[in-house]
């Protein structure tokens, strides 16, 4: 009688036990992007041939990688580079020790958070779409910059070029916005000219894009014949090397390439000549140009030009 009670007893022990596990199970969430990020916090890495910082990012965000679009994860990776004194986030050497710990909970939250502003600007536009290019390609066609025949063959260029040299499209058009009243071919100032400002002069855009000796003749060609010089232009300026390219690389290769170097966000940068508004640090244009009051000049342009523009009716207009 003693032996079967015992047994029973732990027989009932072992189920109890069994059930309290499946109850723990049950009772844990799914991993959260703050816990993936959490774990990866006062890490330290050593570089493995083949290893980029955008790699070592990804890996550390596990899933939750996928909450964030390119551009936010090469954030991140600059802020971790920022962090460990690496000058080149885009260069790191196999047996290099880093510490993941910069990539804090908060960083990541307002990365995410930039993302939705940019989903939000944008309600009506093309689910699974560039909300941002699609608004610019509509206020386009109705400036004249674009004609309606050829809007969606300049949507499919300028998608093809930001999978090659590595930008998001949205970032391009906000990039446009800025330098051309978006996408407009026979903007000009003089000394630069289309829909990114090529410039004049012997190591400058034009002469990158082969207008060296011509470089008005540009304002000729349309929006898809100055998107191959886009091509040849990011190609020459190696744009590719900074992939995923943040909006601040794209428009400091678009506007003063050697100033990538400088990786801080908060530092003034080498940019000669006078600057839309925007672009300085408080909109005052005796101040300074910085890597974040670029990001955030750019958006508050793209929000201003685009407030009053939305796809559906603009297209309706254009029919």
Do not use: W
């Amino acid at each position: 009688m003693e032996i079967r009670t015992k047994v029973n007893d732990q027989a009932a022990s072992a189920a109890n036990e069994r059930l309290e596990r499946s109850r723990t199970r049950e009772a844990v969430p799914a991993t959260s992007f703050r816990q993936v990020v959490q774990e990866a916090n006062n890490e330290v890495v050593r570089v493995q041939r083949g290893d980029t910082l955008v790699s070592l990012t990804r890996q550390y965000l596990g899933d939750s990688a996928t909450q964030l679009n390119k551009s936010q994860i090469y954030d991140l990776a600059k802020n971790i580079a920022r962090e460990n004194g690496i000058h080149n986030p885009d260069r790191i050497m196999p047996g290099q020790q880093i510490n993941m710990a910069p990539m804090s909970t908060l960083a990541a939250l307002k990365l995410r958070q930039g993302g939705v502003e940019g989903v939000q600007m944008s309600e009506d536009s093309t689910p699974g779409a560039a909300p941002i290019l699609e608004k610019t390609l509509a206020r386009a066609v109705s400036k004249g910059y674009v004609s309606s025949q050829e809007q969606r063959a300049v949507r499919d260029k300028i998608l093809q070029l930001a999978s090659r040299h590595g930008f998001s499209p949205d970032d391009f058009a906000r990039t446009t916005l800025m330098e051309s009243d978006g996408l407009n071919p026979r903007a000009s100032n003089g000394s630069c000219h289309g829909i990114i400002q090529f410039c004049s002069g012997g190591n400058r855009g034009a002469a990158s894009a082969g207008y060296a000796k011509n470089p008005k003749d540009i304002l000729s060609l349309s929006v898809l014949q100055q998107l191959d010089l886009v091509d040849r232009y990011f190609a020459d300026t190696r744009l590719k090397d900074f992939g995923p390219a943040s909006l601040d690389n794209l428009y400091l290769t678009v506007l003063t390439p050697n100033a990538r170097n400088e990786t801080r966000p908060d530092a003034p940068l080498n940019i000669a000549g006078r600057q839309a508004a925007y672009l300085y640090e408080g909109r005052d244009p005796s101040g300074v140009i910085t890597r974040n009051s670029i990001v955030n000049g750019l958006k508050l342009n793209a929000r201003d030009r685009l407030s009053d523009v939305t796809v559906a009716r603009v297209e309706r207009k254009v029919m």
